[in-house]
């Protein structure tokens, strides 16, 4: 299939995987990982300026390298919130004196993020922000919780959007501030254990933390303005990353399904062509809307094809086993975490898909809203 990659593209794709090649190992750990990439100049491909520690990249070069890096079998990336979210928020957002404090650690894997967002109570409801951050002198005092914060167990920032005025009501009165999480007895992070065992995401509790006035992103009370910026970085190049690992998934259910004789059910043939023919039709809908903007349903329309293909897949990978699917590839012990193998780790994992990053209900909500002109949902005061 060709994708439109020129010669130098081609080139770029070849020095990626050259370097990856060279500098894959399995027992690095994924903070040391970081580092690694920043010294390379690997991180900020996408970012629209230079100067921090980075080397920007075309569209099509940003793609070849997050296939290449899909392809390998290097670890996942701790760094992606700062270097795919933050950043492009602060270049478009922020002052020289932040970009300037927080644009270099990221590009060299220095500083990790979190996003403090999702609150309990509000679910996808982004404006029904209850946190508060009380002017104090020259910094704010911010209390309440924010949940399902991934990676926060090992981040040294968190972005979090906050209620600066508290007479506000839904999307106004917001602010969106920068605050460090090494604040004891201020901040404390509890990981919730998902079904898999693992447990990257979390419960963050703001007791009295601590944030600077010049770390509000552009300036207080624009919060919902900052927020709205940065939900639209969340999907792009990385989609068409997300869409190699699915490749392999399925290409491993495939490899399941003939080595215990399932693909000789016509209903089980009939699902795995489905999932391969649904996987190319979202590939060329990310082709087709990557680096745009004008279509305001593209992103919700790409997070329900994925959320909803992703779920399908793990519910084959298990019907394709059998009963065999029931158990795990260690001995149970209560003493001891219990083991997933990796089709048993995607269907539990893929449950979840439908629900972060937005629900589903809230990507057909923004569909009908923004797109079909339908009335907008009525949403209670805060």
Not at 178 to 201: A, K, Y
Not at 314 to 333: F, N
């Amino acid at each position: 299939m060709d994708f439109g990659f020129s010669e130098e593209d081609e080139g770029f794709r070849a020095e990626a995987r050259s370097w990856l090649a060279a500098h894959v190992n399995p027992s690095t750990d994924r903070r040391t990982w970081e580092k690694t990439l920043g010294r390379a100049g690997w991180i900020g491909l996408g970012w629209p300026e230079s100067g921090y520690g980075n080397r920007t990249a075309t569209l099509t070069q940003q793609v070849a390298w997050a296939e290449e890096y899909a392809r390998s079998p290097a670890p996942p990336r701790s760094g992606h919130i700062g270097e795919n979210l933050l950043a492009p928020t602060l270049i478009m957002h922020g002052t020289e004196e932040q970009k300037s404090r927080f644009l270099p650690p990221i590009a060299a894997g220095e500083e990790l993020w979190c996003q403090g967002y999702s609150e309990p109570g509000a679910g996808s409801d982004l404006a029904g922000v209850r946190t508060a951050a009380v002017r104090e002198g020259e910094g704010y005092r911010i209390s309440g919780q924010k949940i399902w914060t991934s990676l926060a167990h090992e981040a040294d920032w968190c972005f979090v959007l906050a209620r600066t005025d508290p007479d506000s009501r839904r999307h106004h009165g917001l602010s969106f501030l920068l605050l460090p999480m090494d604040q004891p007895g201020r901040i404390e992070v509890r990981p919730i254990r998902q079904m898999t065992g693992t447990s990257d995401f979390n419960e963050v509790f703001f007791d009295g933390a601590h944030a600077r006035v010049e770390h509000v992103v552009g300036g207080e009370g624009q919060g919902w303005r900052v927020a709205m910026s940065l939900l639209g970085f969340e999907r792009g190049v990385s989609t068409l990353a997300q869409q190699i690992g699915f490749m392999e998934e399925l290409a491993g259910v495939v490899r399941v399904a003939v080595g215990t004789g399932a693909v000789r059910d016509p209903v089980v043939r009939s699902r795995l062509v489905r999932q391969w023919a649904e996987l190319r039709t979202m590939r060329r809908h990310a082709l087709r809307t990557l680096g745009g903007s004008a279509d305001p349903g593209a992103p919700s329309v790409a997070k329900l094809l994925w959320a909803g293909w992703h779920q399908r897949l793990g519910e084959l990978a298990m019907q394709v086993r059998g009963a065999a699917a029931t158990v795990g590839p260690a001995d149970w012990s209560p003493s001891a975490p219990y083991e997933l193998d990796a089709g048993q780790h995607l269907f539990l994992f893929s449950r979840a898909d439908t629900i972060y990053g937005g629900s589903d209900q809230v990507q057909r909500t923004i569909i009908a809203e923004r797109v079909l002109g339908l009335p907008r949902e009525p949403k209670g005061a805060v």
